[in-house]
């Protein structure tokens, strides 16, 4: 019982909002449903908890490890968060021109491949995961990334409720928001850690 008192005591509530929105935005479930609709049109099986675990899984690893392999190449926390923060400001172009920058090179159709891997758990999580681990503690990360794969799982799972009653139109404005909310969270990346370097 005392373990559990001190992990909760542990937690900083706000980086774990910031944080989960942050990353949800990067994710962008809502945003990729059209994606996952058109999937199943062409006689995919999606199946939620698979996707989900392979997910989180990547993400955890990516998470714990991505740090120490960044020692080995010896590169700083705060080099490596002003380059994901620029590949994040081109993830947010994305979003909000609707162009096409980043291209997956992977082929496949099911719940790994490419909907877990590269879609929801892909370059851009990662290079948000390490860029965060300036600012946020790992402990405050790790809860973020179980509350946002629990967000996935309720999405993937009412894919279909959510383009009957949510619409084409409501998805594609919510779309927009996230990305602007992506584009100052780049530029707060990218200037936050160049001030720490100057």
Known sequence: MEYIVQFFQSLDLMQIVAATFFLIAIIDPLGNVPFTINMKQQGAVIHPWVVCITTAGILMAFLLLGETLMSIFGIKVEYFAIAGGFI???MALEMILDITIFK????GNGDIIPLAFPLYAGPGTF???IAMTAQYSVLNLIVAVFICIIILFFVLWGTDWLM???GKNAIYV???????IVLAISCQ????????IF
């Open 88 to 90: 994040i400001f081109l």
């Open 104 to 107: 997956a090179d992977v082929d």
């Open 189 to 196: 990346l990218m200037f936050g850690n160049l001030a720490k």
């Open 164 to 166: 009957k009653y949510m």
């Open 127 to 129: 290079t948000a995961l």
């Open 174 to 180: 919510m779309r927009k928001f996230f990305g602007i």
